[in-house]
Each structure stands twice: as C-alpha cells, then as structure tokens.
C-alpha cells in the first residue's frame, strides 16, 4: 500500500501567520497519462471532510484563495498563506493513484 | 447541490450485520462512482470501498469478504452490507461522491460494534 506521511501531525499557529503542511508518499503519485491524483481535505471540529485542493494545486470553488497546493512526484504541500480562527481543524492529504485509496494521518491545526 | 444521506447505523454484536443506505441527489448518480471512508472515534480517514458507474468495486483488505458495495441506479442510492462485523469496524461511516478525486462527503452515520 502506499503510505502518506503527513508532517507535523500539530500545528499550532498565530492568527494571520502562515502555516504550511507536508504530506509525503511512499510512491510517486505520477499516473501513466500525466495525472497526479493528491487531495486535501479539511475536517473542521464535528463537520464532515471537505475538500480543499485536487490534483495538487486545483483550488475547490469557495475555498479562500489563502489556501494553495504545491508539489510533484512524492512531495506535497498545503499552505494557509493568512490563518482564521475558521481554519481550526485536521487537515489530510489523500492519493488516488493506487489501489488502496490511502490517507495520511491528519495535521491539527489549532491557534496559539 | 449535492446531498448525500447516510443512513443504517446502529448498534450491534460482533459478529453481527448491518447495511448501510446513502441517498444521492443532486448530480447524474448512474455514471459517478461512489465511495465509503470511515473514520474510527478520535481517529484519521480510512478508505473502505468504491464503487465504479459501471460496477467494479474495490475494497480495503480490512473488510474484503465480509463487506459489500452495491448501488441501485433507478433509486440514485448506494449500499454497504457488512457482515461478521468487529469491534474494530466501529466508525462513523461516510458516503462520498467520486474515487479517485473525491468531492462531497455525507453527513455520515455511526456503527457501534460492541456486546
């Protein structure tokens, strides 16, 4: 299976300071037609996930361009250019590449 | 909009079953594949099974040969059975519109197993 390490597993952020999440694969995400399948999801505190980013840096309708997506190949990144007191939650990358579909293990994101 | 609504959860024995339900709207259902993720009390996502538009489905090997995706197209609904249920199956069970990149996520529904 292919692992998502995602770094650091908390985050603890000054309101209006960036932030910034890591999320690693244990394989290159890279499919044969070009495609790279990474999705960030934001679970805010009892919500359900929503997603954020797709294909690395495609940024979802409604989603504060704060938010933005960076990487290829194995490495990933998710960053909060301005931080909310709305941002608080656990944020995931997700592959879609390989079969099984896997999850890193969610950032904490909290304000200092 | 997209509305996806879990339903089914419930208490039950180990070794037990249960079937879920998630009623879809809003989008054209019989050509999108469909997923379920879980998420255990306190814990991250997992991935548990998808379910292509045109029928293949795939499973995570934790609930292989116990759990199974279905979808009823004329009803824009889709299924989990699961059978031989574990204490570790306990999650909130969520359904999710697409596989590979996917979107919306239900509200979800809880499955306690525990005697």
């Known amino acids: 299976d292919v692992v998502m390490t995602q770094s650091p597993l908390s985050l603890p952020v000054t309101l209006g300071q960036p932030a910034s999440i890591s999320c690693t694969s244990s394989?290159?995400?890279?499919?044969?037609?070009?495609?790279?399948?990474l999705t960030w999801f934001q679970q805010r505190p009892g919500q359900s996930p929503r997603r954020l980013i797709y294909?690395?840096?495609n940024r979802d309708s409604g989603v504060p361009d704060r938010f933005s997506g960076s990487g290829s190949g194995t490495d990933f990144t998710l960053r909060i250019s301005r931080v909310e007191a709305e941002d608080v939650g656990v944020y995931y990358c997700?592959?879609?590449?390989?079969?099984?579909?896997?999850f890193g293990q969610g950032t904490k994101l909290e304000i200092k | 909009e997209v509305q996806l609504l879990e339903s089914g959860g419930g208490l039950v024995q180990p070794g037990g079953s249960l079937r879920l339900s998630c009623a879809a709207s809003?989008?054209?259902?019989?050509?999108?594949?469909m997923t379920w993720a879980r998420q255990a009390p306190g814990k991250g996502l997992e991935w548990v099974s998808s379910?292509?538009?045109?029928?293949?489905?795939y499973y995570a090997d934790s609930v292989k040969g116990r759990f199974t995706i279905s979808r009823d197209n004329s009803k824009n609904m889709m299924f989990l059975q699961m059978n031989s249920l574990k204490t570790e199956d306990t999650a909130i069970y969520y359904c999710?519109?697409?596989?590979?990149?996917?979107?919306?996520w239900g509200q979800g529904t809880l499955v306690t197993v525990s005697s």
């Open positions: 294909k690395v840096s």
């Open positions: 997700m592959q879609g590449t390989y079969w099984p579909r896997t």
């Open positions: 379910l292509r538009g045109s029928g293949d489905t």
């Open positions: 809003g989008f054209t259902f019989n050509k999108q594949a």
């Open positions: 394989q290159s995400l890279v499919t044969s037609d070009g495609n790279t399948y």
């Open positions: 999710v519109k697409g596989m590979t990149i996917p979107d919306s």
